[in-house]
């Protein structure tokens, strides 16, 4: 059973640029969650979809926005790039999301902005 | 204010050398405790869950214990492949919403010399 697979792998940007992230979550898992990564301070929230629906957000700024399609396939998107936005994002997946629920993590987009 | 607190940040082991890794938590409402280890360059892999204090699981040379504010993962005799960033994450019901949604710890750094 192929895991969680996000693309590109590496991102290289400059500021003020717009980026998308894609994210093909486990054949049957419904739920997909976007968290970034940086070593100031480690793995944050950002939002969770199911069935193309956002049901959870984290506090970011709404430059971070995301989508989910019908095979519940994830993008998620940052417009208007700052230096700070450099991180690894990180997608998730399971069945519903819901209480209890482990995550199944993907290998990361590094994003670098410059 | 961190709602869950790893330590020690970094740690280093003889082979053999057998230790614990501490993750304290000030939620209430705890619905589930996770522990992940990470690899340079990947996503977190799903290690274990914990629901109630009292509870232990264990996993070849690891073994997580949990009690009401904290959880111990325990490593015996630690080999150099052990060597990785264990997280710690709460899913937590004061919290919101917790659909798709883990506070994580910033890890403890493990490192195992032959």
């Known amino acids: 059973k192929a895991g969680v697979t996000q693309t590109p792998r590496y991102l290289i940007k400059t500021r003020g640029q717009q980026v998308t992230l894609s994210c093909s979550p486990i054949?049957?898992?419904?739920?997909v969650s976007w968290y970034q990564q940086t070593p100031g301070q480690g793995l944050q929230f950002l939002f969770e979809?199911?069935?193309?629906?956002?049901?959870n957000k984290g506090n970011f700024p709404g430059r971070f926005s995301g989508r989910q399609f019908s095979n519940s396939r994830s993008e998620m998107n940052v417009s208007t790039l700052e230096l700070g936005d450099s991180a690894l994002y990180l997608c998730?997946?399971?069945?519903?999301?819901?209480?209890?629920?482990?995550?199944?993590f993907g290998s990361g987009t590094q994003l670098s902005v410059l | 204010e961190d709602q869950v607190t790893q330590s020690p940040e970094a740690l280093r082991l003889q082979e053999g050398e057998s230790s614990s890794l501490n993750c304290s938590y000030t939620?209430?409402?705890?619905?589930?405790l996770f522990w992940y280890r990470q690899d340079p360059g990947k996503g977190p892999e799903f290690l274990f869950t914990?629901?109630?204090a009292g509870e232990e699981k264990e996993k070849e040379r690891l073994k997580a214990t949990l009690t009401k504010k904290e959880s111990f993962l325990h490593i015996t005799a630690p080999k150099p492949e052990d060597s990785a960033t264990y997280l710690c994450?709460?899913?937590?019901?004061?919290?919101?919403?917790?659909?798709?949604?883990?506070?994580f710890g910033r890890g403890t750094q493990l490192t195992v010399w032959p």
């Open positions: 054949s049957g898992h419904r739920s």
């Open positions: 994450a709460v899913q937590a019901s004061d919290r919101g919403s917790t659909l798709g949604r883990l506070y």
């Open positions: 939620v209430s409402g705890l619905r589930g």
């Open positions: 914990l629901y109630s």
């Open positions: 998730a997946s399971s069945f519903a999301g819901g209480p209890n629920e482990k995550l199944f």
């Open positions: 979809y199911f069935s193309e629906t956002q049901r």
